[in-house]
Structures are given as structure tokens and as C-alpha cells.
Nanobody, 117 residues
Framework: QVQLVESGGGLVQAGGSLRLSCAAS????????MGWFRQAPGKEREFVAA????????DYADSVKGRFTISRDNPKNTVYLQMNSLKPEDTAVYYC??????????WGHGTQVTVSS
């Protein structure tokens, strides 16, 4: 059973930064692509960023390009999302996800990020 546990969310002013972490259980972490999604109140869940199993080929939603950076530390079974220049529209619950064979098969419970104007 795989567990994904997010941390690092909180309240920050617009223009500030936060770093989210996702700790994954299981011995196959380094074999899987990982990603982040978010869901704002009243909106559908949306893709934020993804990274392949080796830490390469980062992919970002247009709305976060140039502001967010996804990375991973395979020996620590952890994936990160560095969020800079935060905007109020970045307010959402952020979810860590694991990708297997093109499908996102495991999700964390999420961490709240609130950006005040």
C-alpha cells in the first residue's frame, strides 16, 4: 500500500513563497513519476506540475510556469513543490499524486495553501 503525505501548506501573503513536501511510503518511489494537483473552492481539480522518475522532464500548468518548481529526492522518497510569487488565485488544496503507466493511481489527502491579497 502506498501512502502520500503532504506538508508545508499554510497562509502567506501575495508575493510570498511556500515549499510543499510529499513523503511517500513504499519501495517503488524511484520508479514512478510524481505530480501535484490542486483544487480551489467551487472549482475542479487541476494539474499543477509533474516530474518523471529520475527527476527530469518537469511539466507545469501554464498558470504556474516560471513561479513553481517541482523536484524530488529519491533516497528520501520525497517530492517537493517550491512556490514563489504566490497569487491569491493559487489558493487551493494541493494534492500529491503518483503516476503509474500514464494514470494517477495514488493521491494524498492534501494540504491547504491560502494566499491573502
Amino acid at each position: 500500500q502506498v501512502q502520500l503525505v503532504e506538508s508545508g501548506g499554510g497562509l502567506v501573503q501575495a508575493g510570498g513563497s511556500l515549499r510543499l513536501s510529499c513523503a511517500a511510503s513504499g519501495r517503488t518511489f524511484s520508479f514512478n513519476a510524481m505530480g501535484w494537483f490542486r483544487q480551489a473552492p467551487g472549482k475542479e481539480r487541476e494539474f499543477v506540475a509533474a516530474i518523471d522518475y529520475s527527476g527530469g522532464k518537469p511539466d507545469y500548468a501554464d498558470s504556474v510556469k516560471g513561479r513553481f518548481t517541482i523536484s524530488r529526492d529519491n533516497p528520501k522518497n520525497t517530492v517537493y513543490l517550491q512556490m514563489n510569487s504566490l497569487k491569491p488565485e493559487d489558493t487551493a488544496v494541493y494534492y500529491c499524486v503518483r503516476k503509474t503507466g500514464g494514470q494517477y493511481d495514488y493521491w494524498g489527502h492534501g494540504t491547504q495553501v491560502t494566499v491573502s491579497s
